[in-house]
């Protein structure tokens, strides 16, 4: 079920997404020290979670102040998976990740809000979850955290544990959500999702059940970004409330998809990569306390430039290099 | 086809409409008339499920008064808005998609290119977002939406205000089109007592959220009570 598009081709979508792949690949051939990689696991760690955040700011109009919620539940399902239940690590990932989607069915009634109303009411169930998490100590182990429980396995002699191959399995997982981000948008169901963020009165009157369409959307991010809290717990291999559930996984998404564009599938992908990277190897050198403060300027700043982020700029550059060229 | 038994809404302490009960037989082109505030765009979105009555509204035989706004839609009515509401950053044929498959419950891009040639639109089909049309390509838009989702009954709130006396008859005609082409039964909300005169063969008219008069624009207009509520003044 495809939808016309007059905007963009699937073979250009496509040919973007395997030149994300291609580049993800390149520090792994040139081989990046370990810090440096570490660095880039980070951040598509974050990549993933800025897209699925995007995927319900972008289809749907949905703006979520609580993703840390789903990310810190996804945390915490997998390690308590794989510790508790000995299920192995690369399934209890994708559960972890349905676990997140079910903790957001508790937030099926803030869908009838929308704008402000919406995001204060998620904002302050993220807040629900990291009090649970504290204080369920014989289930969490409360404030002191987790910390023994597997982290990434081997895989047919690939050791995913390594930093190499858990930054190969993170870009691998970013590149299938975005893939799956594509196929949404471009169906008519994604088609519709755009056109409820816009006006929601007007697609319910053609038939459109919104609140539907918008759970599947709550839901399918709610499991990406407990997708990705899951990964990240495999690789760091401690948890704790305040890191797990930290608002710093609810802001940092939102920044990374905006200043990147989150109206695009690549915009907050390179927009988490951009803004990690500023953070660990600019922001923190210049101001090694309270560094994010460098962040929104940077924001504040692409926002100005260009309102829809460093896809709309990038995008002018081309055009202007390619007018350019043209001229000459 | 369209039955309403006592029909009430109220808004707070405001009786937006009272007791309101007629029906429309398939086929019909009528006129829902009335000044300002009289309730006709209420009904309208009590018809359409937009804002929930007191009362009984049938359509087809069914009882749709607790039906939610879409599945009213996927039963066959359609509406159109006094400002029309496109989805904005949809192209022209995107908007039409989205009603037809979720309306209709099926995608026929043969149907859509009927629906944008019958409503001049072709040209426009693809080339920018909806938010960068006309007024009147809108409300052609307006329009071409509501039949994308294959309507048995649709609803036109003042689609002809706004436009000089030659689109108008050029847009009175193109109704009489559609009513043929596609089978309809059109409830119209129109100010004008010509235009209803020539476009409709019924007419109900409202005031202060009441029914006042139901018949033939003939006998409707020559009414004293209507033509007081509705032009101020017993003779006129």
Known sequence: MSAPSASSSPLRTLGLIAGLVVLGLVPLFMGAGNYFLGLLISALILSGLALSWALLGNLGGMVSFGHAAFFGVGSYASALFAAKLGVPVLAAIPLAGLIAAASALAMLPALRLSGPYFALAILAYSQIFRILATEATWLTGGAAGLQRYPGLPNVFGLNLADRAGAYGLVLLVVALVAVVYVLIRRSHVGTALRAIAESEDATRVVGVNSFVLKTWMLLLSAFIAGVFGA????????????????????????????????RTVLGPVFGAIVIYLFDQL??????????????????????????????????????????????? | MLRLEDVSVRFGGLIALSGISFSIQKGEILGLVGPNGAGKTTLF?????????????????REITALPLHKRARAGIG??????????????????????????????????????????????????AASALALQELKRLEIAKALATEPKLLLLDEVLAGLESQAKRAFMLKLRELHKLFGLTIVIVEHDIETISNLCSRAVVLNFGQLIADGTPEAVFRDPQVMKSYTGAADA
């Not at chain 1, 409330?241 to 564009?261: E, L, N, T």
């Not at chain 2, 159109?80 to 995107?94: A, G, K, S, Y």
């Not at chain 2, 009603?99 to 639109?121: H, K, N, T, W, Y």
Request: glycine residues 10%; neutral net charge.
């Open chain 1, 231 to 262: 990964l990240n717990a495999h690789i760091i291999g401690f948890l704790e409330p305040d890191y797990a559930f930290s608002g710093i996984w609810s802001v940092m998404p939102i920044i990374a998809a905006v200043f990147g564009g989150y």
């Open chain 1, 282 to 328: 600019v922001a923190k050198s210049l101001i090694p306390v309270g560094h994010q403060i460098l962040l929104g300027i940077l924001l504040a700043a692409m926002v100005l430039v260009a309102p829809n982020g460093m896809s709309e700029l990038v995008g002018r550059l081309f055009r202007r290099s390619g007018g350019r060229h043209a001229a000459a």
């Open chain 2, 45 to 61: 979105n009590c018809i359409s499920g937009l804002v929930r009555a007191r009362g009984r509204i049938s359509f087809e035989e």
């Open chain 2, 79 to 128: 509406r159109t808005f006094q400002i029309p509401q496109p989805m904005h950053h949809l192209t022209v044929r995107e908007n039409l998609t989205v009603a037809q498959v979720f309306g209709a419950g099926r995608s026929d891009p043969a149907r859509i290119a009927e629906i944008l040639d019958v409503m001049e639109l072709s040209g426009k089909a693809d080339a920018d």
